[in-house]
């Protein structure tokens, strides 16, 4: 049967009973159940943060389950978690938004559009109280000033003496035709509407005044950089105040789409603006640098930099298109997404990308000589990404040492660079990620967060520089996301495990110190009175030999000729089989019910995970719905050969990148997935945006071939099994069309068993819970209904 279900309320849709043990049973599982209101199952602290006196941690909690998180607080004397006072939240400022002098003596920062100085011993200056918004301070002219942002300037302020200075006159007024007159005739008729109209007489008067202000500005050494209609990015300070760098950036003219609204408040069907589409003009931005004592601001020449005319190598497949490229090898456009100044403000570590991706280099900017020196060049012919590449991390240890973190051996690891010698020493290595890292703050060593022990474990790691070494400092099983104390003595741990939502502990920085759990209530009454399993986290053999690990989540009874079913997480660059509490934690619940209704359930980490480093992370290019398939494919063999399932009644379901691969399952291999639900799905990768796309299928008009095999709207014809396509109607990401334009063409194929669910005020992700209930009621049916003939 053929179905399009346009829905404008959730209509209860049929209630199937579960099996009589696991319904009578105190504590069994119901998909309305799972689906309410998350609070239902407990409360986990967020947003852990010290706050600025060094000693007080801060959190968002609920623990009396109120509609929104509140913040608390604890000290490392008092673990007991207090509520804040609406003044105290007012007040509160946090670690991570200070900057520190070169000694870690003093500190400044931002609050409500102001800027705070905290002198050696701890007295607390309010630098500027103005209408205006000030922000992003830093120590500058070597630690005699700060220096902060007001609108598209920098200014500064010197502690000794308390006088304020503007630094820069960046402006959008165009420069100023200076000495042009017109003709007799022209310059009478100027005269005379200046003295007829007041309006244009004041208007004239206002212009004059303001460019004998700019005039004056340059008498006093400002001279004004106009931006001749671009935007202004990143404008920063050396730390001796001299260099200024900044960025123009010129926006791209694409076509935005709009995603239609159709259930409001007026009653009227309104337009939520969209993005733009893969492949749609970008814009490029000019990298400067603004010498403050010669006066004389200087353009990066990209030329000097290795690699930059590079072709991409997918384009030798369109051998038209390769010989006009060598023929006009082009410049790449860059962008550079940071700026790191070393100490004596010598040298600026360039952090540089093209704008295809396929190459990343670190550049050293020497000021006295304006040379380019290649650090370090990461190229693939894939995308450039990985753990602390992008985004980046990046840095000086002294004078005359960066570190950074690459992908060059297959894994991202952490690398120091001597600048003048060009030589680089690995300070980690292996097959497994540095996923996280900080310069301690006497910068003898490195605490970083790597998945060494398991690539499904994130533990917590301090790295001697001198020597290489590295001690574990966490001891929780599961992930622990730590956030130092600022004095760098004791560690705020947030951990979970499988079954077993986040918790926040206290340790001391050493060790074998023993963490402190502070909060109690991730698990409720209710969530506990459910046995939640712990699905074993295995690895089977792909058929080309990589392992692919994966969650199994197996029945209460077993035995041979059971139905399966495979959950597909989404992407962007995520992780699913792994030990802690997962972001999906409705599908894991859902898993769970399924499990109980006699279905062997698994979910693996496909090619273009996460947390497996570069060759896992680019199996997909050029061809998703290939490898990543292909997984799946190998994925139900394995249950088959291990646990015996009927390889006949296989499901499969997702979200997002998991809807778009059931799709691609069910047109694909249809002889191999029974039955699936594609929620939200990608069905034209043409459809989605520029920066995660195009990184993977490159343009849609200089790589057609990559689209069209990637895209199940060209392969819909091969659908024989049972399909339920779920989507947001007001879903910004994943746009709507892409569901409408799928069900146009099963329509035209004459296909049958399936149909689409549609959800007018839900966006990618669901918010409410009686559209998540309606969703999983029918994923839970169709199964049912299909996998259990």
């Not at 894939?382 to 002294?398: F, L, Q, V």
């Not at 918790?503 to 060790?511: D, G, H, P, S, T």
């Not at 506990?528 to 994966?550: K, L, N």
């Not at 996460?610 to 494919?633: E, P, S």
């Amino acid at each position: 049967m053929k179905r399009l279900l346009i829905k404008a309320i959730a209509v209860p849709a049929l209630v199937v009973a579960f099996t009589a043990t696991a319904q009578n049973v105190p504590g069994s599982l119901t998909v309305e159940k799972i689906m309410r209101d998350p609070k239902w199952m407990g409360t986990s602290p967020g947003d852990i943060a010290w706050a600025n006196d060094g000693y007080t941690l801060i959190f968002n909690w609920n623990p009396d389950r109120n509609p929104a998180d509140s913040l608390y607080r604890v000290t490392i004397a008092d673990k007991t978690p207090h509520k804040l006072a609406l003044d105290e939240q007012l007040q509160a400022v946090y670690e991570y938004q200070l900057r520190y002098n070169n000694k870690r003596t003093a500190a400044v920062w931002a609050k409500d559009g102001d800027i705070y100085y905290r002198a050696p011993g701890g007295r607390v200056t309010r630098v500027t109280q103005t209408m205006e918004g000030e922000y992003n301070p830093v120590f500058s002219f070597n630690d005699t000033r700060i220096v902060y942002s007001r609108g598209q300037n920098l200014y500064s302020w010197e502690m000794a003496t308390g006088a304020s200075q503007q630094l820069t006159n960046f402006t959008n007024d165009a420069p100023a035709d200076k000495g042009k007159k017109g003709n007799a005739e022209e310059e009478w008729l100027k005269k005379e509407q200046l003295a007829t109209m007041d309006i244009l007489r004041e208007r004239n008067n206002k212009r004059t005044a303001s460019e004998h202000y700019r005039k004056d500005a340059e008498v006093s050494g400002l001279k004004p950089v106009y931006l001749g209609g671009n935007q202004l990015m990143g404008a920063a300070i050396s730390p001796d105040g001299r260099f200024v760098t900044y960025q123009l950036y010129t926006a791209g003219n694409g076509k935005r789409t709009i995603v239609p609204d159709y259930v409001t408040e007026s009653g009227y069907t309104t337009d939520i603006p969209g993005r733009t589409k893969v492949g749609s003009p970008q814009g490029y931005s000019r990298f400067f640098v603004y010498d403050r004592i010669k006066d004389t601001a200087y353009q990066i020449n990209t030329e000097q930099i290795p690699g930059i005319r590079d072709i991409p190598a997918y384009v030798k497949e369109y051998p038209q298109q390769w010989q006009k490229m060598q023929k006009d090898t082009a410049l790449r456009n860059v962008n550079i997404w940071g700026v790191e100044w070393s100490q004596n403000s010598r040298y600026a570590l360039l952090d540089v990308y093209a704008d295809d991706n396929k190459d990343r280099w670190l550049l050293l900017m020497d000021t006295a000589t304006r040379s380019l020196k290649l650090v370090d060049r990461q190229h693939d012919d894939a995308w450039i990404g990985g753990p602390g590449i992008s985004p980046r991390a990046t840095g000086w240890i002294d004078d005359q040492t960066v570190w950074f973190q690459s992908e060059v051996t297959g894994y991202s690891h952490l690398y120091t660079c001597s600048v003048m010698q060009g030589t680089k020493r690995a300070l980690t290595k292996g097959n497994y990620e540095v996923q996280e890292t900080k310069l301690s703050n006497d910068k003898r060593s490195f605490y970083i967060t790597t998945n060494e022990v398991h690539p499904g474990e994130k533990q917590f790691y301090k790295l001697v520089i001198k020597t290489g070494t590295a001690q574990k400092l966490t001891t929780l099983e599961g992930a622990n996301e730590v956030t130092m104390a600022p004095d760098e003595k004791y560690l705020a741990i947030r951990n979970s495990y499988v079954n077993r939502p986040w918790e926040l502990f206290l340790q001391e920085n050493r060790a074998g110190a023993k963490p402190v759990q502070i909060t109690h209530l991730a698990q409720s009454k209710e969530y506990m009175q459910y046995h939640w399993r712990i699905p074993e986290v295995t690895s089977f053999t792909a058929r080309d030999g990589a392992p692919v690990y994966a969650r199994v989540y197996k029945p209460e009874n077993p035995k041979p000729g059971m139905p399966a079913v495979l959950f597909v997480h989404g992407a962007g660059y995520l992780q699913n089989a792994h030990k802690w509490w997962s972001s999906y934690f409705r599908e894991y619940m859902f898993n769970n019910l399924l499990a109980d209704n006699g279905y062997y359930v698994m979910d693996i980490d496909y090619r273009g995970s996460a947390g497996y480093g570069r060759n896992w992370r680019t199996g997909i290019y050029r061809h998703m719905g290939g490898k990543d398939l292909t997984d799946h494919v190998d994925a139900v063999k394995y249950l088959a050969d291990t646990y015996k399932i009927d390889p006949s009644k296989v499901g499969i379901y997702g979200g997002s990148y998991g809807g778009f691969m059931t799709l691609m399952a069910l047109f694909t291999t249809p002889d191999v997935f029974t039955s699936g639900a594609a929620l939200r799905p990608v069905t034209d990768w043409a459809n989605y945006n520029h920066g995660y796309t195009s990184n993977i299928l490159n343009e849609p008009f200089t790589d057609s071939i990559a689209y069209h095999r990637s895209s199940p709207l060209y392969f819909a014809g091969g659908l024989k099994g049972n399909l339920l396509i779920c989507h947001g109607m007001v879903d910004v990401n994943v746009h709507y069309q892409d569901a409408v334009k799928l069900a146009q063409r099963l329509m035209e194929l004459k296909k049958e068993h399936w149909e689409l669910a549609s959800y007018p005020m839900e966006d990618h992700g669901f918010v409410e819970p009686a559209s998540w209930t309606d969703e999983y009621r029918r994923i839970f049916k169709l199964f049912e209904q299909t996998l259990k003939k």
